[in-house]
């Protein structure tokens, strides 16, 4: 394993287990550190296939990925909404450069 591999697995554990709020239910892939967080106790099931982040992608090893459930309810992210939400990434890195 390289180094930049390992750097990127203990930043994404040291999001999703430390600074996170609560805890995830599904199968599926974090690439990229994710910071999950509700303000009224939701929850946040994410189906099969789902890529949390990509590589090679600017700010692959600066950047982070952030899931808000504010309502209290259910937030659910299924495998067709994985390309809006890196288009949307891509587009919020473009417009910070």
């Given amino acids: 394993m390289k ?3 390992l750097y990127q697995k203990i930043r994404v554990m040291y ?7 609560t805890r ?3 199968d ?6 994710t910071l999950f967080y509700t ?5 946040i099931c994410i189906e099969n296939e ?3 982040g990509y590589f090679p ?4 090893y600066s950047g982070s990925n952030h899931i808000d459930v504010r309502g209290g309810g259910l937030e659910g992210l299924k495998g067709e909404l994985f390309l809006i939400i890196i288009f949307v990434s891509l587009l ?3 417009k910070l450069k």
């Fill in 3 to 5: 180094i930049s591999q």
């Fill in 28 to 33: 599926f892939k974090i690439l990229s550190p």
């Fill in 24 to 26: 995830i239910q599904g």
């Fill in 15 to 21: 999001y999703q287990y430390i600074l996170s709020n």
């Fill in 39 to 43: 303000l009224k106790g939701g929850q």
């Fill in 92 to 94: 919020i890195s473009v």
């Fill in 50 to 52: 789902v890529y949390l």
């Fill in 57 to 60: 992608s600017p700010y692959f």
